[in-house]
């Protein structure tokens, strides 16, 4: 018998070898059993940071995943997802959709299946926990902002005490409503990000294994799999706000005004003019993503090449001239990059001046049109100010400089998964036919066929 690491012997195979060392029996998720207050509170994961605070972890410390979680759950999931958006667009071609007494055309134009599109929906169905929770820490929020004014009122003479304790405990309460459900929509949202990069992941690799060697590049398909994935799981914390963030907005806009009057329309309305730059921006970072997402793809094939043939290259002297190469495509690169980061800081410098230009442009027309300045309209027009800064300014204009690049991205992995696979024909159950094992006799077979 043979000993394991652990110094438990190992059962032998047939012909005296040891067996394979069996998978480390993991314990059960933590998640499954949590309670309601563990999940708010996240205790359920307390057990293993204690450990790992003792001593180093183990991989059999490690608790077994979730089916929801795994690889092969995902791949599943999200190739049923695409299956799906396939029939739908077959099913809707050629229907007619105009009025009952027109002439139907008659052929009416195919519709195009979208990843895009699929992608987007299915993560609106599927979180609307963390929708919920993000609705109640906007709710918390403009909470917050009225008892801070409200409470400011209190200090001043002949104000009653008890008021002050009541609206100081309406903001702390606020707050912790605020700490929890932040805290939970966001840990909701990146959980769906991680199972929709851990889909595409795997749909990316189970794609390359039925992929001739030379039908596409390989520095692409590791371009597609280390960059473009992961821009799911960057934007899935910030894409809800694309939706409810004009929303809170609105209800900002009515609570301002009703606070501190029609002034506060004008700083408003000075946002509104910040907006189209953003979009602007946004539309160039789709472009810029676009180009550099092929400028990489040729560089890291040109990389793959020189590894994969250095000897050759080598033995004929070919080295300065790849790197030539390498540097010039690396340069195009930096380049668009470097683009990218202007326009990124140009962003976030309207970000930064936003609040205080809309403050002084809003206490300006209220005291030119003859109002009074409270220490509760000023801290209340803040914190609404800054809510709008936040929400906005900054997470809307994030989600959507993110959902351009995912734009670009699911693009890039649609053309990957629509690319014809290398089929043998006539095979059937594991048997060979139609081709001898040098691989002739295959032919292409386009995966919609």
């Given at each position: 018998?043979?000993?394991?690491?652990?110094?438990?012997?190992?059962?032998?195979?047939?012909?005296?070898?040891?067996?394979?060392?069996?998978?480390?029996?993991?314990?059960?998720?933590?998640?499954?059993?949590?309670?309601?207050?563990?999940?708010?509170?996240?205790?359920?994961?307390?057990?293993?940071?204690?450990?790992?605070?003792?001593?180093?972890?183990?991989?059999?410390?490690?608790?077994?995943?979730?089916?929801?979680?795994?690889?092969?759950?995902?791949?599943?999931?999200?190739?049923?997802?695409?299956?799906?958006?396939?029939?739908?667009?077959?099913?809707?071609?050629?229907?007619?959709?105009?009025?009952?007494?027109?002439?139907?055309?008659?052929?009416?134009?195919?519709?195009?299946?979208?990843?895009?599109?699929?992608?987007?929906?299915?993560?609106?169905?599927?979180?609307?926990?963390?929708?919920?929770?993000?609705?109640?820490?906007?709710?918390?929020?403009?909470?917050?902002?009225?008892?801070?004014?409200?409470?400011?009122?209190?200090?001043?003479?002949?104000?009653?005490?008890?008021?002050?304790?009541?609206?100081?405990?309406?903001?702390?309460?606020?707050?912790?409503?605020?700490?929890?459900?932040?805290?939970?929509?966001?840990?909701?949202?990146?959980?769906?990000?991680?199972?929709?990069?851990?889909?595409?992941?795997?749909?990316?690799?189970?794609?390359?294994l039925r992929l001739g060697a030379s039908s596409i590049p390989s520095g692409r398909v590791v371009n597609l799999a280390s960059n473009d994935v992961e821009r799911y799981q960057t934007a899935s914390a910030l894409v809800v706000y694309f939706i409810y963030a004009p929303l809170e907005a609105a209800v900002v806009l009515a609570v301002g005004i009703t606070v501190v009057g029609g002034a506060f329309a004008a700083g408003f309305g000075l946002l509104l003019l910040f907006l189209p730059v953003q979009f602007h921006l946004?539309?160039?970072?789709?472009?810029?993503?676009?180009?550099?997402?092929?400028?990489?793809?040729?560089?890291?094939?040109?990389?793959?090449?020189?590894?994969?043939?250095?000897?050759?290259?080598?033995?004929?002297?070919?080295?300065?001239?790849?790197?030539?190469?390498?540097?010039?495509?690396?340069?195009?690169?930096?380049?668009?990059?470097?683009?990218?980061?202007?326009?990124?800081?140009?962003?976030?410098?309207?970000?930064?001046?936003?609040?205080?230009?809309?403050?002084?442009?809003?206490?300006?027309?209220?005291?030119?049109?003859?109002?009074?300045?409270?220490?509760?309209?000023?801290?209340?027009?803040?914190?609404?100010?800054?809510?709008?800064?936040?929400?906005?300014?900054?997470?809307?204009?994030?989600?959507?400089?993110?959902?351009?690049?995912?734009?670009?991205?699911?693009?890039?992995?649609?053309?990957?998964?629509?690319?014809?696979?290398?089929?043998?024909?006539?095979?059937?159950?594991?048997?060979?036919?139609?081709?001898?094992?040098?691989?002739?006799?295959?032919?292409?077979?386009?995966?919609?066929?």
């Open positions: 018998m043979a000993t394991g690491g652990d110094g438990r012997e190992a059962p032998e195979a047939e012909g005296g070898a040891a067996a394979p060392p069996a998978a480390p029996l993991r314990p059960a998720p933590a998640l499954e059993g949590a309670s309601v207050v563990s999940r708010l509170l996240f205790t359920w994961a307390y057990p293993l940071l204690k450990l790992g605070r003792t001593r180093p972890l183990l991989e059999s410390d490690l608790p077994a995943l979730l089916e929801a979680d795994t690889s092969a759950y995902n791949r599943r999931y999200f190739e049923e997802l695409w299956e799906g958006e396939k029939e739908r667009t077959r099913a809707r071609t050629g229907r007619w959709k105009g009025p009952a007494s027109a002439a139907v055309p008659a052929a009416a134009p195919p519709l195009i299946p979208r990843l895009d599109r699929a992608v987007f929906v299915d993560y609106f169905r599927q979180t609307w926990d963390a929708q919920a929770w993000l609705v109640l820490s906007m709710a918390a929020r403009l909470g917050q902002s009225l008892s801070l004014g409200l409470l400011i009122e209190q200090f001043s003479a002949g104000s009653d005490a008890r008021m002050g304790y009541a609206w100081a405990g309406c903001l702390v309460g606020t707050g912790l409503v605020f700490l929890v459900a932040k805290q939970s929509q966001f840990f909701a949202t990146i959980r769906k990000g991680m199972t929709m990069r851990l889909g595409l992941l795997a749909a990316i690799y189970s794609k390359s946004a539309r160039r970072f789709a472009s810029l993503r676009s180009g550099t997402a092929t400028v990489t793809d040729g560089r890291v094939g040109l990389v793959g090449q020189a590894v994969q043939g250095c000897r050759v290259m080598k033995m004929h002297g070919w080295e300065g001239s790849f790197g030539g190469r390498i540097a010039e495509v690396r340069a195009q690169e930096m380049g668009r990059i470097v683009a990218a980061s202007r326009y990124r800081s140009i962003n976030e410098a309207i970000q930064f001046s936003y609040a205080a230009v809309v403050a002084a442009v809003t206490f300006s027309v209220h005291v030119w049109a003859g109002g009074e300045l409270t220490s509760r309209m000023v801290f209340t027009a803040f914190s609404l100010i800054y809510i709008l800064q936040m929400s906005l300014v900054k997470i809307f204009s994030q989600s959507v400089m993110y959902l351009s690049e995912c734009y670009v991205s699911s693009r890039r992995i649609q053309t990957f998964l629509e690319t014809p696979e290398l089929r043998r024909p006539g095979r059937r159950s594991g048997t060979r036919r139609g081709g001898d094992g040098d691989g002739r006799g295959r032919r292409w077979i386009h995966p919609s066929n």
